[in-house]
Structures are given as C-alpha cells and as structure tokens.
C-alpha cells in the first residue's frame, strides 16, 4: 500500500515538472519572437536614422543647386540688361558715326571747290584780291584771310577725320564687348541646362529616400505592434504561470496536510492494533509514515517574469607673377570650353589655367570661381585677383585693367575692369 502510494505521488510530480516545462519553453519562445523583433526594429531604426541623414544631405544639396540656378538665372537676367544697353549704345554710336561722315563728306566736297577754284584761276585770283587793296594794311590783312581760309578748312576736316575715327573706335569696341556679353551669356545658358539636369536628378535622389524612408517608418511601425502583442501575450503567459504555480502550491500543501493527518490515522491505527485506514474525507490511500522530507510549501516561490532590455545600444608678389604670366598669352585664341592657353580657351579655363601653373586649384566654371578664395572689394582689388562678372572672370592686373579670355573675335585680350558690371572679387592668393 505504501509503495502504491509513493508511486501515485513520483508520477505526479513528473507530470507537474512536465506540465512547468511546457509552459518554461512557451514563454521562451515568446521572449526568443520578442528578442528577434526587437533587434529587427533595432535594425530598422538605425535605417531610419541612415536614411534621414542621407536625405538631408541631399536636401542640402539640393537646395545648394537650386541656389545655384537662381543665381544663374539671375546673372543671366543682368546679363541679358548689359546686352540691350550695349545694343542701345552700339546704335547711337552708328548714328553719331552718319552724322560725322556725312559733315566730314559736306566738308571735303566744300575743300574740293576751294581747290579746284583756286587750281582753275591759279595765282591770278590770289594776285586779284591783293592788288585790289587799298593799301599795304588791307593786302597784309587780305593775305593773312587766305592763310587762316586754308588752315581752317584743314584743320576742320583733320578734326573730322579724328572724329570719325573716334567714333569708329567706340563703335568696334561696344561691338566688342557686345560679343563679350553674348559668350557670357551663351556660357551662362549651358551651365543653366547642366544645373536644371542636377536639379531634377537631385529631386529624384530625394524623393526615392523619401520612399525608402516612409517604407522603412512603416517597417517600424508594424515591428512595435508586433512587440506590443508580444509584450501582452508574454504577460499573459507569466500571469497564467504564477497563478498555476500558486494553484500548484496550494494543492501540494492540501496533499502534505492530507498526507501528514493520513500518517497520524496509521501510527494511531498501529498503536492500537496495526490496522491500516483510508481517510475518506480526502480520499487518499495513507500510510504512517514520517513527514520528513516533505516540501514546505512556504519555501516553492513562483517564478518572477524576466524582463528584456530594449534600448539599443605671401600673396602680392605671386599675384604679379601671376599677372605676368597671364599676359604673355594676350592675342591668343577664344574658344568656348577650352583650356589650352595657347590653342584655345573661354574665360574660366583661361583663369583656371593660369593659376594651375602655380600650382594652385580653382573649379572650371565662371560661376563657381565666383565662390573660391575670400571676397574683397574693387577698391582693395590687388593683381592676380579673380574680377567675376555675370556669366564671366577675368584676372586683375592693376591700374583698373583686366586681362581675359573675352570673345572669338579679341581672343585674350586687355579692357578695363568696369567695363561691365562687377558681381565680385575672389582672392586665391592671400
């Protein structure tokens, strides 16, 4: 009897360890799910915060191109001014032009009369006009008319010829710089169309972290409702455990309190004559038997649930030389996107080629070397520094002049540095 007992009491303790088992390796796995998604929104969340900072650089650049266009655009609008204004000048020079040719022809035609007059009536009429005086006075006077009536009409057409000239001059030279203007403007056109192009590859590049970006934020999104389910069954499966474990507890001390009143029924029942009893209050077969060795219930603790940790873990003397070799190339060819200082070069290429002889970098284009260096006013502008007009550069050589890669027509050439309206001055050299 003692033995049936011993072993109805071994297999429910088997059967309570397989039942605790059962529920250890549930909880388990929820913790080991809950684990894994945490690392997963872990993971996400460093590509989140990857991803933002990618799409703000590439705001930031974006916004710097877009800064850029709207300068071009700008200069490209002063650019476009100078021109009608150049234009309006280059007009008005040709008619003050027609007006001086057409005094000058007046003049020469007049001159013509005079000299044939004279070369038909030889000294005869000469001779006439002195003889007819009235007196040594009169003839000296009248001698004096003749010399001053040539010298006049001399010095009158040399003085139109001068004019003419002058304005000639004027007008080949807003010819010049109307030519100049148009190759800003031409140059300033084609770095419009490569930064329109930048522009919407940018906005392409920023979109498409956006979509990243919002797809991984749902990502996240989806693993924290995961976690939070999991979170909840966890503390369910924990607030199961402990009630089966206090169930269990209590049930164990009822079965101790049963076992240890069925052993004092057998040891009274042995006293009085060896009979063996079965408690019919608890049902039990019983033997007496010492209450050694039993469990205290006080001692079974429910098992508390773990937690998971979630938080995760010397420049004026080099601007001369500068200067100096700058101008040895003065009458060599224009040419728009070239860099040769001999075969061919545009404006920018021109400066950049000059300066990368001293060993010395600034970027290609015209509107970015009006960034390099410091700025410094035109009145403290020294030789050697960068003159930045809209859609054009030229090196300062003092005294007001510059020298520049100007026009197909000019190739490098010298003009004066206010020629056009001045946008900046860059110092490379400090």
Request: glycine share 6%; net charge negative.
């Amino acid at each position: 009897m003692r033995k049936k007992i011993c072993c109805v009491i071994i297999s429910f303790i088997v059967m309570t360890e397989m039942v605790a088992s059962v529920w250890a390796t549930t909880i388990s796995g929820v913790k080991k799910q809950q684990q894994q998604t945490q690392s997963s929104l872990n993971s996400v969340q460093n590509q989140i915060t990857n991803i933002e900072s990618e799409k703000a650089q590439a705001d930031e650049q974006l916004d710097k191109l877009q800064s850029q266009l709207v300068d071009i655009l700008t200069s490209i609008e002063i650019c476009e001014e100078e021109i009608d204004i150049k234009k309006r000048e280059i007009d008005s020079a040709r008619d003050e032009l027609m007006v001086v040719q057409k005094q000058e022809e007046t003049q020469y035609d007049n001159m013509k009369k005079r000299v044939k007059f004279m070369y038909e009536q030889g000294d005869k009429a000469y001779m006439q006009l002195l003889l007819e005086s009235s007196g040594y006075a009169d003839m000296m006077n009248k001698a004096d008319y003749v010399e001053k009536l040539y010298a006049y009409d001399k010095q009158l057409l040399a003085d139109y010829v001068a004019s003419r000239e002058q304005v000639e001059a004027l007008k080949e030279r807003l010819e010049d710089e109307e030519a100049d203007l148009e190759a800003s403007n031409y140059e300033l056109g084609v770095e419009q169309q490569a930064l329109e192009q930048l522009v919407e590859e940018q906005k392409e590049t920023v979109e498409n972290f956006g979509e990243q970006l919002e797809k991984a934020k749902k990502k996240a999104e989806q693993y924290k409702k995961d976690l939070e389910k999991q979170t909840q069954q966890l503390q369910q499966l924990e607030e199961e455990e402990r009630i089966r474990k206090q169930q269990e507890a209590e049930r164990k001390k009822k079965e101790a309190e049963a076992a240890k009143k069925a052993a004092q029924q057998a040891a009274q029942q042995e006293a009085a004559g060896g009979e063996t009893t079965i408690d019919t209050t608890s049902g039990d077969v019983t033997t007496g038997t010492s209450s050694e060795g039993n469990t205290d219930p006080a001692d079974f603790t429910a098992g508390a649930g773990s937690t998971i940790d979630t938080t995760t873990s010397s420049g004026s003397g080099l601007g001369q030389q500068v200067v100096n070799y700058a101008c040895q190339f003065v009458g060599n060819p224009y040419k728009f996107g070239g860099t040769s200082l001999t075969d061919g070069t545009d404006c920018s290429g021109f400066t950049q080629s000059v300066y990368a002889n001293f060993g010395i970098s600034i970027p290609r284009d015209s509107y970015s070397q009006r960034s390099c260096g410091i700025g410094v006013d035109y009145a403290s502008a020294q030789p050697g520094d960068i003159i930045c007009y809209a859609g054009h550069v030229a090196l300062y050589i003092g005294g007001g002049q510059i020298v520049h890669a100007s026009t197909e027509r000019t190739g490098i050439t010298y003009s004066p540095a206010t020629y056009r309206t001045i946008l900046a001055v860059r110092r490379v050299i400090y």
